[in-house]
């Protein structure tokens, strides 16, 4: 895996409007950039390392304990709580309301109506450890909503994330305590709809 190298999107920079959230506040925001980041220098460490193994290293591959084993896994969940909060800050700090375009017919497609999709998506919310996930299936040729409860859990195969809701203590407890509904409320106040439509048209779908 060689120069696979990644540097962390200068959030502060490119979406100013992250701290100006309507009830999730700069504080918490800041915060939790600074765990996305210590995320992506996972990744790097964990590649680098991944990338000088030696014969011995190779040799000594085992299913209960070795150096490639407990690296490829920890792999995964840098690189998902990369992507993860890649995709969730990237569609924060926007106005709410609903999506338009193609992607608003394909939840009213699939979810029957937009209030039913957003039920699903609270409730998937409500229920996880970690991550809701709005995504496209390649194979079910439908969007789906999954739960998920760490960076790298219950990874729908095939599958494109189109919308990331973290709900991990550190997304919610400086401004909502243990009050996560709250916060999940308050999240479908803040989606940049048109980022999510244009990553949703992306696909081509
Ligand atoms: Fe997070």
Do not use: C
Not at 45 to 60: H, P, R, S
């Amino acid at each position: 895996m060689e120069n696979l190298e990644r540097k962390p999107v200068d959030f502060k920079k490119e979406r100013p409007q992250l701290f100006k959230m309507k009830g999730i506040s700069a504080k918490t925001v800041e915060e939790h950039l600074k765990i996305y980041e210590g995320y992506v220098k996972k990744f790097n460490e964990i590649t680098q390392k991944l990338n000088n193994l030696t014969d011995e290293d190779y040799n000594a591959a085992n299913v209960t304990y070795s150096l490639i084993r407990e690296l490829k896994v920890e792999w995964t969940r840098a690189f998902g709580g990369m992507i993860n909060h890649e995709i969730y800050f990237g569609h924060l700090g926007g106005e709410g309301g609903k999506p338009g375009s193609t992607l608003g017919s394909q939840i009213d497609k699939d979810f029957g109506s937009f209030e039913k999709f957003v039920k699903e998506m609270k409730a998937t919310a409500m229920s996880a450890r970690g991550w809701a996930w709005l995504l496209w299936s390649d194979d079910l040729n439908r969007l789906v909503i999954s739960i998920s409860d760490e960076q790298n859990t219950y990874m729908v195969q095939n599958s494109k994330l189109i919308l990331a809701l973290d709900v991990f203590e550190h997304a919610y407890y400086l401004d909502y305590g243990s009050n996560r509904k709250g916060y999940v409320d308050i999240f479908f106040d803040n989606i940049d709809w048109p980022v999510v439509e244009k990553r949703f048209e992306a696909l081509k779908v």
